[in-house]
């Protein structure tokens, strides 16, 4: 797949959601649109670095109120390109549930593709690829909690020299 040479940086789960449950808008500032020039095109969707817990709980509560089942935060990929988007307008209001506003940009046609380390920028930017070595690791929060394991009752009585 060709991944256009611009690219915006969204912050997971968004980043995700743009490219596979079908967010339709990206909100921004009033001042981040007036940078992004030219607005319109296909654009490659970079998977910015950082995602907090916080972060991640809210989106992730916003989708479920959508019927969207976000992925865990481990198995989100962070710090590289995901896919692209047709960017085909900016927005000021909508009727959406996606819109936050003061602005959006209106995205079309999401495309996936395999994950490209790539560093970021804000705004559009011009990517290269990079080495796998800036992809974060999940932090200790994302990572699934360890199911304890069950102790046998006389097998405990076994250590201390009782039971059978």
């Not at 003061?102 to 080495?131: E, N, S, T």
Request: net charge positive; aromatic share 10%; proline share 10%.
């Amino acid at each position: 797949m060709h991944l256009p040479d611009i690219a915006l940086s969204v912050r997971q789960p968004w980043a995700w959601a743009i490219i596979y449950a079908g967010k339709p808008l990206e909100n921004r500032s009033a001042k981040a649109v007036s940078f992004m020039v030219p607005l319109q095109g296909r654009r490659a969707i970079h998977a910015a670095k950082g995602m907090t817990r916080d972060e991640y709980e809210s989106a992730r509560d916003f989708m479920r109120e959508l019927g969207v089942e976000c992925p865990a935060p481990a198995d989100l990929r962070r710090g590289g390109i995901i896919g692209s988007v047709e960017v085909t307008g900016v927005i000021k209001e909508s009727q959406s549930q996606w819109f936050f506003g003061p602005r959006a940009l209106v995205l079309a046609d999401p495309r996936p593709c395999d994950f490209m380390p790539v560093v970021g920028a804000l705004g559009y930017f011009k990517w290269k690829p990079a080495a796998s070595s800036i992809v974060p690791p999940p932090a200790r929060w994302m990572l699934p909690k360890a199911e304890p394991v069950p102790v046998a009752a006389d097998r405990t009585q076994d250590l201390f020299g009782a039971g059978s």
